[in-house]
């Protein structure tokens, strides 16, 4: 599979790293032979993308999470515009014979290889996903919003592709920012009250 770095990066943005939930502190990749779906969530929002093969690849297991130690380490040892190479790999047979996969990172400058996260991944994460939005509004987290315009922007290449997007506001439900075949869904957001400081309504004196 091949996997431009700037996809790579972008869905990685939505990417837990200490999540007490294991199984979100990787990407979910999926192949169906011609496009590759890599898919990372963090429960508050979630970046998808579907990316063509210029030749089939093989049709992946089921559940496929590399951890995101190994996407960090394909950042890292990748530049901007460099195509990541990712393969799945039976591992040696353990004690009951059974074979385990693992999966194998490769940049320009070297390789990485792990085995994969064993547990399952975001149950139906198609669920989230609507392919219509309502329009009614609420209010989301700021910082989510302008993380999902940087994974775009890593995308375009270009900041005048951000005018023309849209957050596509859906109630209760996820929002909707899409590129292409990238799309970012975010929850909508109910911050705690915060109450400010008295001294500052205060005139200084």
Not at 68 to 97: F, Q, T, Y
Request: glycine residues 4%; aromatic residues 8%.
């Amino acid at each position: 599979m091949k996997i431009p770095r700037s996809a790579l990066k972008a869905v990685a943005v939505a990417m837990p790293r200490n999540d007490f939930r294991n199984y979100l502190n990787g990407m979910l990749i999926e192949c169906s032979g011609s496009t590759v779906r890599l898919v990372a969530s963090d429960a508050h929002r979630m970046h998808i993308m579907d990316i063509e093969q210029d030749e089939p690849c093989p049709v992946l297991p089921e559940n496929v999470i590399m951890p995101c130690e190994m996407v960090e380490w394909a950042l890292k040892h990748s530049r901007r515009h460099e195509v990541v190479e990712i393969s799945i790999v039976k591992d040696e047979p353990n004690d009951g014979g059974e074979h385990q996969f693992k999966i194998e990172i490769r940049t320009q400058r070297g390789s990485m290889d792990s085995v994969l996260i064993a547990e399952r991944y975001y149950p139906d994460y198609l669920s989230v996903i609507q392919r219509r939005t309502t329009g009614k509004m609420a209010q989301f987290n700021p910082r989510l919003v302008a993380q999902s315009f940087e994974a775009i922007l890593e995308l375009s290449g270009t900041a005048e592709s951000l005018f023309s997007i849209d957050l596509q506001h859906n109630g209760v439900g996820a929002a909707l920012m899409c590129y292409g075949r990238f799309a970012a869904l975010i929850m909508p957001w109910y911050p705690e009250k915060f109450h400010i400081d008295p001294r500052l309504a205060e005139r200084l004196t």
